[in-house]
């Protein structure tokens, strides 16, 4: 069963901004490059990069629990180390997120921006390279498939970004829903493979306009109400390593056409 990659997105800063990737490349037993790398602390969370865990993502400055995160656009770089973020009404920033006090100047924004919707105070957090500030442990690499979307769209008669679900891959060509059998089955992208892990278990973060950063629609509900679940997209293990380009073809489990 093919489609096509229509979007690539890494989230440098976990809730934030994504960013729009022309191609990446995949490592096997790896997460989707430079996704989620950094959190931002909202109060102490008792994370310890010396030794990171899990931790639940109501002790940072995300989505489902702060919608105003949305408002902040950032941009990454990776070679550099250097955040770019911009918000309407706030003065452009750009920090040095290596250093203690690019990592400060970012949250004494973030502060002003925010206000007394986070708790605070507010930390940058970073773990080691193979450490990410993901909402499960098997998520290395997520992917939305827009007709399931397109579906649940038709079935609430209003329009839905698929920039809520905030996934790594989007991918066009499949039928609605035909991810949500597959655990364990093969998925082939570009020059990569993985294999489907699980369903992704949706949260109140979907509930925000990525755009305008208002809290509008309620997914979660109307994912239950039409499916009798609250899953949208799955995650993925990479088995094989390789170069993904916008355009490539997504074959899902070739032994099931």
């Avoid at 990659?5 to 440098?12: E, I, K, Q």
């Avoid at 079935?155 to 364990?184: H, K, Q, S």
């Avoid at 994912?223 to 899953?231: I, M």
Wanted: charged fraction near 25%.
């Amino acid at each position: 069963m093919g489609g096509i990659v229509t979007g690539l997105y890494r989230h440098p800063i976990k809730g934030f901004t994504p960013e729009r990737l022309e191609q990446v490349n995949l490592t096997a037993g790896a997460y989707f490059p430079c996704d989620r790398l950094f959190a931002i602390e909202d109060g102490p969370s008792g994370f310890d990069p010396a030794a990171p865990t899990y931790i639940s993502k109501t002790r940072f400055t995300v989505l489902a629990k702060i919608a105003e995160v949305a408002r902040a656009r950032t941009a990454y770089d990776e070679a550099s180390g250097l955040l770019t973020v911009t918000a309407d009404g706030m003065e452009p920033l750009s920090a040095e997120l290596a250093t203690d006090a690019g990592a400060s100047a970012l949250c004494d924004w973030l502060t002003r921006l925010l206000g007394d919707r986070a708790s605070g105070p507010l930390r940058l957090l970073k773990g080691p390279q193979s450490h990410r500030f993901m909402d499960d442990p098997t998520g290395y690499v997520s992917v939305i498939n827009l007709a399931s979307v397109r579906d649940l769209e038709a079935r609430m008669g209003v329009p839905i970004d698929p920039m809520r679900f905030r996934a790594n891959l989007y991918v066009e060509g499949w039928p609605a829903w035909a991810e949500m059998d597959r655990v364990g089955q093969t998925v082939t992208m570009g020059e990569a493979e993985a294999k489907i892990t699980k369903p992704i278990v949706r949260c109140a973060a979907t509930h925000v306009d990525p755009v305008t950063g208002e809290r509008d629609l309620d997914l979660v509900s109307a994912l239950f109400e039409a499916y009798g679940h609250r899953f949208c997209g799955v995650y993925l293990s990479v088995t094989l390593g390789g170069l993904i380009r916008l355009g490539d073809g997504v074959l899902l489990d070739p032994s099931r056409v």
